[in-house]
């Protein structure tokens, strides 16, 4: 069982090795100078041949420079690369890692190796078909191909993956949609090519699976004075959680999560609209009691001042009235009608 383990470790990269290389513009210069030498000494091969030089000399020197023009030189012209601002290159040795190259510049590296970049396209092609074949139903025939070249190089920039909304269950078993975006970038080019198949279809694929994990722990919605967290109350700790939950999942690959944020939230359609007759109805309640909270205030403001003041005597029944009078006025849905009374209630 240790053994397997240790197999397994062994088979994961943790560390980035920095790529042997050296500059390229001076191997650049040294090998069109030599090329121009072999061109030189192949002329003078022949002169040597045409005067009549001992064999050996000249055939050496001509097979000498024609190696040189033919093998040589153009090997050591495929080890140079070119690099931009963050922008690195994976290298490899005859399958084994041999390291990797980073920042921007000219650079010469061994020129047996090769780039491995496993989340670049191997090819694109594209394809007309055509109009009489389409029109009868036959089988279309391919009629030219676009071959694109893949892009080895591995960006380090921050990068944005906006992944399709997904329909999910909250805490309470309502569906729900929801979007989210996430900022990201390469740290560590080893585990990021190594490690996983494709890195960017490896954090899409967690991405999705964190969502579902941190969305499922809240409802939709909550009370405010229950102090509750929901998903609409508080989204920015849920984008924290999903941020955290991502990292996690994406360490082995060698991604950093710069930051997650929730671009869509809402009911699915079947539920929407009775979650809004509920929403509508939860804010009705809500504002009948403040109504109603403010009137018996006010109306026990009133009769304090009527007291205080000596304004009027007013006994019970006739607070009992006017307290009924106000309460109507107060938490009416509509204006009220004056009413001119003209005699006693008694």
């Known amino acids: 069982?240790?053994?397997?383990?240790?197999?397994?470790?062994?088979?994961?990269?943790?560390?980035e090795i920095k790529a042997k290389h050296t500059s390229g513009m001076m191997m650049l210069v040294m090998n069109i100078v030599l090329i121009i030498c072999a061109i030189a000494g192949f002329i003078y091969g022949i002169v040597l041949a045409g005067r009549g030089a001992a064999l050996g000399i000249w055939l050496s020197l001509i097979i000498l420079c024609v190696l040189y023009l033919c093998l040589i030189g153009p090997i050591l012209f495929v080890g140079l690369k070119i690099l931009q601002p963050n922008e690195a290159l994976v290298l490899t040795l005859f399958g084994k890692y041999y390291g990797t190259l980073r920042g921007e510049g000219f650079f010469f590296v061994n020129p047996?190796?090769?780039?491995?970049?496993?989340?670049?396209?191997?090819a694109s092609t594209g394809a007309t078909v055509s109009l009489e074949q389409a029109s009868s139903g036959g089988k279309p025939s391919i009629q030219?191909?676009?071959?694109?070249?893949?892009?080895?190089k591995i960006s380090l920039k921050s990068m944005t993956l906006n992944n399709e909304r997904q329909k999910i269950n909250d805490e309470l078993g309502n569906p729900i949609i929801i979007g989210i975006v996430v900022i990201w970038k390469v740290v560590n080019t080893?585990?990021?090519?190594?490690?996983?198949?494709?890195?960017v279809e490896y954090l899409s694929i967690q991405c999705d699976s964190a969502l579902r994990n941190i969305v499922r722990l809240y409802p939709y919605d909550a009370s405010?004075?229950?102090?509750?967290?929901s998903l609409r109350g508080s989204s920015q700790e849920v984008a924290?959680?999903?941020?955290?939950?991502?990292?996690?999942?994406?360490?082995?690959?060698?991604?950093?999560i710069l930051e997650a944020r929730i671009t869509h939230l809402a009911y699915a359609p079947e539920i929407a609209a009775a979650m809004l007759q509920r929403q509508q109805a939860s804010a009705i309640i809500d504002a009948r009691q403040m109504i109603v909270e403010g009137a018996v205030g006010m109306?026990?403001?009133?009769?304090?001042?009527?007291?205080?003041n000596n304004i009027v005597q007013l006994d019970e029944e006739r607070k009992a009235a006017m307290v009924s009078n106000l309460m109507v006025v107060l938490c009416g849905n509509k204006d009220p009608q004056p009413v001119l009374n003209s005699g006693s209630i008694y």
Not at 114 to 122: F, L, R
Not at 190 to 199: E, G, I, M, P, Q
Not at 224 to 229: R, Y
């Open 112 to 122: 047996f190796v090769s780039a491995v970049n496993p989340a670049a396209e191997n």
């Open 1 to 15: 069982m240790s053994r397997n383990s240790s197999t397994s470790e062994r088979q994961l990269h943790y560390e």
């Open 240 to 256: 924290e959680k999903i941020k955290a939950e991502i990292q996690s999942r994406v360490d082995i690959a060698g991604l950093e």
């Open 224 to 229: 405010t004075e229950d102090g509750e967290k």
């Open 190 to 199: 080893a585990k990021a090519v190594f490690n996983v198949d494709n890195y």
């Open 299 to 308: 109306v026990e403001m009133a009769l304090s001042k009527l007291s205080e």
């Open 144 to 152: 030219g191909f676009n071959v694109k070249r893949p892009n080895k």
